[in-house]
């Protein structure tokens, strides 16, 4: 999975720290030049999926039209029971480029293959179980050119090529090469058990990690659970052609019945990962309106879901950060 | 202090063993217990003769053996290990090893997979995250698991959590669990629970006290394990048992020789203290290890005595005679 729900986190960290009351100032900036067409509003494929999922993509879509951003949803149902994703979806997807998607329930034991990976791989998102030259490539090329473009200084490739040597070792030497074609960018190597100590110690030490599949997931849950749980980080799956954008850690919350009856579950991480595909989508100032919407419901404290310590329902927040936009 | 509270709820105390600590009492002195030291590399001999002064000021029953890594090849082990060595660890069923810095270069196994598996150690203890060998087989998961329910009923755990990624490994972690659940039959007092890891990770960032106990197949084990050892403070007061096959066991201190600060009476000897106390424990020596144990938490938690790696200025040998002192 291309990890691009760091480098947010962390900004997201510091504002969750610093708990003042004075309203985060809007900074003006030009963030692009459109070309003639560009706000015509653009479709996105929505999966609402199964448990917090419905709630959560609600939420999204209320802040999306509060905004009056230029794009419109095609709402296609998917639950995690389903042998797989079904083809108009797949199809909707490929249509639109771009898809939203709530959570999708995995059963645990035997069976079903995880629907999620079905889909990641359905579409290449550059994540794979098996680890091929190929695929260790264009993720470190996706790492190193998103660190390029965004203004980035290290790149630290996470793995465990002490015990997995072979596919490890083929990963390592793929971030190696890549390295080499940006020499203004630091390079650095860590092994995953290494990393979960420090990142729990010291997280700002790293700025982009990269990783194989098996570790991507659990370091980003342990960064999330620094930053304060899944509840608010967000994430995307990016391939050359297609992108899914969802919550960045697995909550294991998409099954939590009881938050899904009193709609409790906590919509920043869903709305954070929307943000992301409006920048992905090219409408840089819609994603810093939303951003810095929900950064002012945060650190005023006064809206909270369970998981950050307070008790406010879903919907509360919502209504919070439409209040709070520009 | 937070990291105190962690310290202490994760070394656990010695509620179940009253009975057996009084029982003790009126026997006469017990004839002391062998056990293999290996001092190891590095800061390695350093921590170790705390460890002995401490000992000796505690007045615990133990003789130590003390074994050497060589700068040789032992052809009948194929590794820097002795085949003396690895006798006198079977022969006294327990021993104590510091920082091994493995030579580089091929032809040879690592120490630490020496020890394992001429010694058959099956089972890793990292304060309570019990971790299996790597290959997921039907017995060696059976053998883990009722390691993991018999150290929480014995230390008085409540709570056994399985850590697998079962829905992606699914034959692996799926005959894992299968095994966890079986040995959990067993234990109805027990409370049972399966995580998947990518939770477990962050629960123990977020909330470490909703866990007890953890098992898990050794893929996850050293993840979790330095993981915790993040959030107590590092390797530096990490203490770790591995557990083999008819009871024996080889407590290690799991951080690395540091050469650098070697022979400058810097290094924190705390990590192989504890260590040492989790074998006291196993050697069922509960009230020697309680106040061994709780000596180094006062002292640390005093702050007149730290260690640089804790932000303080003693040296091993100050902070190793505070420890004493608090005895």
């Not at chain 2, 027990?190 to 890891?197: F, G, K, R």
């Amino acid at each position: 999975m291309a990890r691009r729900s760091f480098s947010l986190f962390k900004a997201l960290t510091k504002t969750t720290t610093s708990f003042s009351l004075t309203p985060i100032p809007i900074s003006r900036s030009v963030t692009y030049m459109p070309r003639p067409g560009d706000g015509i509003p653009r479709a996105v494929t929505l999966i609402p999926g199964d448990g917090i999922g419905p709630l959560v993509t609600n939420a999204v879509e209320q802040v999306m039209q509060a905004m009056h951003a230029p794009l419109y949803f095609e709402k296609y149902e998917v639950h995690g029971d389903m042998n797989r994703i079904p083809a108009e979806v797949i199809e909707s997807i490929k249509k639109n480029k771009v898809c939203l998607k709530g959570g999708l329930r995995t059963p645990v034991g035997g069976g079903v293959s995880s629907l999620n990976v079905s889909l990641r791989k359905e579409l290449d998102l550059y994540a794979s179980l098996v680890i091929t030259k190929f695929c260790s490539e264009r993720i470190a090329k996706y790492a190193f050119e998103y660190a390029y473009l965004n203004n980035r200084k290290t790149v630290t490739a996470v793995h465990k090529a002490n015990i997995m040597k072979l596919a490890d070792g083929l990963f390592l030497e793929s971030c190696r090469e890549v390295a080499k074609k940006y020499p203004s960018i630091k390079y650095t190597e860590i092994i995953v058990d290494n990393c979960c100590m420090q990142l729990v110690s010291k997280p700002e030490q790293f700025d982009v990690m990269v990783t194989p599949n098996l570790y991507g997931n659990l370091v980003a849950n342990t960064a999330a659970g620094i930053a304060g749980g899944t509840g608010v980080m967000p994430g995307g799956n990016v391939g050359a052609d297609y992108a899914v954008f969802e919550q960045g850690a697995s909550a294991g919350n998409v099954g939590k019945e009881k938050m899904v009856e009193r709609k409790k579950a906590n919509p920043v991480a869903l709305l954070l990962s929307s943000a992301m595909m409006l920048r992905h989508l090219q409408f840089p100032s819609f994603a810093d309106r939303l951003e810095t919407a929900v950064k002012r419901v945060i650190s005023e404290g006064k809206c909270r879901t369970k998981d950050l310590g307070g008790d406010s329902t879903t919907q509360e927040v919502v209504d919070a950060v439409i209040a709070h936009l520009d | 202090m937070a990291l105190m509270q962690v310290l202490r709820r994760v070394l656990g105390g010695s509620g179940s063993t009253q009975i057996s600590s009084t029982a003790r009492a009126f026997s006469s002195a017990p004839a002391p217990i062998k056990a293999t030291l290996f001092p190891g590399d590095g800061i390695g001999p350093e921590i170790a003769v705390s460890v002995k002064q401490v000992f000796q000021a505690a007045e615990v029953p133990i003789e130590w053996e003390e074994h050497y890594v060589g700068d040789q090849i032992d052809p009948r082990t194929q590794s820097f290990l002795t085949w003396e060595s690895l006798e006198s660890v079977r022969r006294n069923r327990v021993g104590l090893k510091g920082p091994m810095a493995t030579p580089v270069g091929k032809g040879h196994r690592s120490l630490n997979l020496t020890l394992r598996k001429e010694l058959n150690l099956y089972a890793n203890v990292v304060r309570g995250v019990v971790e299996s060998l790597k290959i997921i087989t039907r017995q060696a998961s059976l053998r883990v698991a009722e390691y993991a329910f018999h150290f929480a009923k014995t230390h008085g755990r409540e709570r056994v959590s399985a850590i697998h990624k079962a829905n992606i490994m699914q034959k692996t972690d799926g005959l894992f669990l299968k095994c966890c659940r079986e040995v959990a039959e067993k234990y109805p007092e027990i409370t049972y629970e399966e995580v998947v890891i990518d939770n477990c990770c962050m629960m123990l960032v977020k909330n470490p006290a909703l866990f007890d106990v953890l098992v898990m197949p050794n893929l996850y084990g050293d993840i979790i394990s330095d993981l915790c050892a993040g959030l107590v403070g590092g390797l530096g007061l990490t203490a770790s048992c591995n557990i083999g096959e008819a009871g024996i066991a080889l407590a290690e201190a799991v951080h690395g020789s540091a050469p650098d600060i070697a022979g400058k009476n810097m290094a924190n000897p705390t990590a192989l203290l504890l260590s040492a106390v989790t074998m006291l424990r196993h050697l069922e020596l509960y009230d020697k290890a309680e106040r061994i144990q709780d000596a180094i938490l006062n002292t640390i938690a005093e702050g007149k005595y730290r260690t640089a790696d804790l932000g303080g200025s003693s040296s091993t040998t100050d902070f190793t005679k505070a420890i004493c002192g608090h005895l």
